[in-house]
């Protein structure tokens, strides 16, 4: 049966955690009631400014209208690198590995990704790009993608990462939308050793879009790509001779820093605008306290730069602390498990912030791809972007941590810009997938179906409700959509879209997308806790339970379910499936179906596409809507073809 009992965390790591939990709980306390000095103090000892603020913050949540550090001027490049030249200019402030971990690594200390931004930035000055422009990066994960991202931030451009696995079609909605001047792509990705044609990609892309000037082409496949003269430029040639010189923009605190897509499911994708100072400042914090930052560690968040995750804890936040960040280029490929531990033991990881799916798929392969490495550098493991379940979340403790790591299951969204819910580093102990606290100057509640805020221990929508400086201030060029998304559905609360439980203790613990939610026989379930009695048996690495429509016209539920490697899939297991969720929910939340399935569709930021997974449940299969942000759109195929043979 599934183990949730606590794990205590390790005397050592509580005794030099930068944050106890008892200054933890005073903190948050003063974080709220003491709002305004508090933010000041860390934003002044987090960040540089150039000139300070008038307020801490004006505005209001609520109102739509939040504004943080009003009136300070900083840059969030220069704070993420020239503030570190200093003392720190020969550290190592990023390390990439490439897919072909035969070939060479790259590495820049501070003093060369400083430069390397430099000149970068200047290049886009020189191509006609202004403060407030917008400029597209739709590049693989190389370091390039985080020196384009550092330079619109030193210049003062506003940047859009758009994920490279996005369809051109997927990508053209998006530079229209924020009327992008340049691009920034690469001649080629490559992914699994194929090359992906980005650049051929864009062309389709911007054909006949008017915003879009110039083309900025870094070279990592080496194929030949078509090319547009006048518009068109190689990155290399773009650097050469652009100087090294280039003064950081001095940025409002409230000036945009990036727009970011969320996938958009169902509807047209929407453009998440963060701001300078306010998230830079979150960024920071968290990064420091919950994933927790010490001077010279190393860490390494395994999002793609195109997800929030990517940029907040692979960019600004571990580089704003002058942390040395890791950066894979590659997909994580089942068929070497060890890959992910391997690079743990090369760059020595003091930190590893992944997805729960990612967890999975390894912990699916068994065990023995951990015995090649030893991993005796981790501090802190991280999880982020779905429920993670208790099997998964014992093996990430037991057998990746060896029971001497904590493990931080962080709830936040894009919209959030920094981590909101987790649970404390230093904690006497940690609870799997739950006992997260919300984080300084976050005022979480539930609201039921009417709206009303729910006392003590409860279950509900999850609702924020006061300002905090990580969060989004807009959607690009459209504030209407923006109050009436998150604003408008509990007036006076930010409306997340998740459900959650909240123990007696003020702990939440995340059930899941509020859509994700199955009503059967008038009674609602969450997927999740089914998908946890699922996966408690310990031959089962993954599950996603959906409603589908029965042959008798009646709703049902339908489970996909991956089992781990050496299990065998037969009816007696099937049926030791539905025992262990009728014991623990009862009859009404036992599956009808349980599908094998070999993997489950997700996005390449770790989520399953339960959209999908239902449509094909369902036998809709003609038209399964945007795709675009499919890791492996042969899983989709795979499973529509055991969906139709019934097996
Ligand atoms: O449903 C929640 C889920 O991911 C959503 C946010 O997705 P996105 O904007 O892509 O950002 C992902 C990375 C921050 C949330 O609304 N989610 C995220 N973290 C968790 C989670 N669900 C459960 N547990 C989590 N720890």
Redesign the pocket.
């Known amino acids: 049966m599934t183990d949730s009992t606590a794990r205590p965390v390790p005397e050592a790591f509580r005794d030099s955690a930068n944050v106890s939990a008892t200054s933890y709980d005073e903190m948050y306390r003063r974080s709220l009631e003491d709002s305004d000095s508090f933010w000041a103090e860390q934003a002044n000892r987090l960040l540089h400014w150039f000139t300070s603020w008038e307020s801490v913050q004006s505005g209001s949540l609520a109102g739509g209208d939040a504004r943080w550090f009003e009136g300070a001027k900083l840059n969030a490049a220069y704070n993420c690198l020239d503030r570190h030249l200093e003392n720190n200019a020969d550290s190592t402030a990023l390390i990439w590995e490439p897919e072909d971990e035969s070939a060479e690594n790259r590495r820049f200390t501070y003093r060369e990704l400083h430069d390397a931004v430099c000149r970068s930035a200047s290049a886009l000055r020189g191509i006609g790009v202004k403060r407030g422009d917008r400029v597209c990066l739709y590049l693989p994960m190389i370091p390039e993608a985080v020196i384009s991202m550092l330079a619109c931030a030193r210049m003062g451009a506003i940047h859009s990462v758009v994920f490279s696995g996005c369809s051109p079609d997927a990508l053209r909605e998006r530079i229209d939308d924020f009327q992008a001047s340049v691009v920034i792509t690469a001649d080629q990705a490559i992914r699994f050793g194929r090359k992906v044609p980005l650049k051929a990609r864009v062309d389709i892309a911007c054909e006949n879009l008017e915003s879009v000037k110039r083309v900025v082409v870094v070279r990592r496949g080496g194929d030949d790509v078509d090319w547009k003269d006048g518009r068109d430029l190689w990155f290399d040639d773009l650097l050469r001779g652009a100087p090294s010189d280039s003064p950081a923009a001095e940025m409002g605190a409230e000036d945009p820093l990036f727009i970011l897509y969320?996938?958009g499911a169902t509807s047209k994708p929407k453009g998440v605008l963060h701001t300078t100072g306010g998230y830079l400042v979150y960024a920071a914090l968290t990064h420091e306290v919950i994933l927790d930052h010490h001077a010279g560690d190393v860490h390494w968040c395994t999002a793609e730069l195109g997800?929030?995750?990517g940029h907040t804890y692979s960019v600004y936040g571990p580089l704003a602390n002058g942390g040395t960040v890791v950066l894979f280029e590659g997909s994580f490929d089942a068929k070497k498990p060890a890959r992910t531990w391997e690079i743990v033991d090369k760059y020595q990881v003091n930190s590893l912030y992944t997805t729960p799916t990612l967890i999975r798929t390894l912990m699916a392969q068994g065990d023995s791809h951990l015995e090649t490495t030893r991993r005796n550098s981790l501090r802190v493991l991280g999880?982020?972007?779905?429920?993670?379940n208790a099997e998964a979340w014992n093996w990430y403790h037991s057998k990746v941590g060896k029971d001497d790591c904590p493990v931080v299951?962080?709830?936040?969204?894009?919209?959030t810009g920094g981590i909101v819910l987790s649970p404390v580093p230093a904690a006497e102990s940690i609870k799997p997938g739950a006992s997260a606290k919300p984080f300084f100057g976050i005022e979480a509640g539930l609201v039921d179906d009417s709206g009303e805020l729910l006392e003590g221990e409860a279950t509900g929508h999850l609702v924020l409700s006061r300002s905090w400086p990580g969060q989004m201030r807009s959607l690009y060029g459209n504030h209407d959509r923006f109050v009436e998304s998150y604003l408008s559905a509990n007036p006076g609360h930010y409306t997340?879209?998740?459900a959650a439980h909240r123990d007696a203790d003020g702990h939440y613990r995340?059930t899941?997308?509020v859509d994700d939610r199955i009503t059967i026989a008038g009674v609602t379930l969450d997927t999740s806790d089914v998908e946890n009695a699922i996966t408690s048996d310990a031959g089962i690495a993954e599950a996603a339970v959906v409603a589908y429509t029965r042959d008798d016209g009646k709703d049902g539920i339908y489970a996909w379910v991956t089992p781990r490697i050496d299990t065998v899939t037969d009816n007696a297991l099937a049926d030791a499936l539905k025992n262990r969720v009728q014991e623990s929910l009862g009859e009404t939340a036992v599956p009808d179906v349980i599908q094998w399935a070999p993997a489950l569709p997700r996005t390449r930021?770790g989520?399953i596409l339960r959209r999908i997974l239902k449509q094909i449940a369902n036998g809709a299969v003609d038209d399964l809507g945007d795709t675009t942000t499919l890791a492996d759109a042969n899983v989709v195929d795979a499973l529509v073809e055991l969906r139709q043979k019934g097996s």
């Open positions: 969320t996938s997800w929030i995750t999880t982020v972007g779905e429920p993670i299951d962080t709830w936040w969204q894009t919209e997340t879209g998740d995340i899941g997308h930021s989520k």
